[in-house]
């Protein structure tokens, strides 16, 4: 934090490039997530970032900053790598409707159809978080249509490539 305007510094030589990195995230800082990966930080990295366990993707993809999800799908970020409560970081992106970052996270290969640790997959989480008030508003989230489209799109190429693979070919004699 630079202590002179309040505002998040880039890179704090003083944290390790890992809190760097969940910091540069937490600020939606694209400058710090790119001098703290440069530093050595893990994508993969597990740690007790605001009271629970998380990783810098799914602390990306809960904020909805499609860059830099996209910076720590290049370096090499566990697409299901989960938070202590089983959820992925598209299940935080879908439930918090931010549909260009499922979008992205779906085709970079992340597991639409997987549980969390109450057995609920992504599409579930939109039903969960329709009511949800962000802090700091009045409003719910509401439904994510968007969304719903892409969770939906993703589930029947899923299925029409199943198809395909399990239709014998037609043998005449």
């Not at 930080?41 to 900053?65: H, Y």
């Not at 992925?88 to 549980?115: C, H, P």
């Amino acid at each position: 934090m630079n202590k002179t305007c309040g505002t998040p510094s880039p890179f704090d030589p003083s944290q390790s490039p890992n809190e760097g990195l969940m910091h540069a995230i937490y600020h939606n800082n694209i400058e710090g997530v790119k001098m703290s990966l440069a530093a050595g930080a893990n994508v993969n990295t597990s740690n007790n970032f605001l009271g629970w366990e998380s990783t810098p993707l799914i602390e990306a993809a809960q904020k909805g900053n499609l860059q830099v999800v996209q910076w720590l799908i290049d370096g090499g970020a566990d697409l299901d790598a989960s938070d202590l409560h089983g959820k992925t970081a598209l299940m935080w992106a879908a439930g918090s409707g931010y549909d260009k970052v499922v979008q992205l996270l779906i085709d970079n290969g992340a597991d639409f159809e997987r549980k969390d640790n109450e057995g609920k997959t992504a599409l579930d989480q939109i039903a969960w978080m329709k009511s949800y008030v962000p802090f700091g508003s009045t409003q719910p989230l509401g439904n994510n249509v968007p969304t719903i489209h892409v969770l939906n799109a993703a589930k029947a190429s899923k299925q029409v490539k199943q198809k395909s693979k399990t239709r014998r070919p037609n043998l005449k004699p």
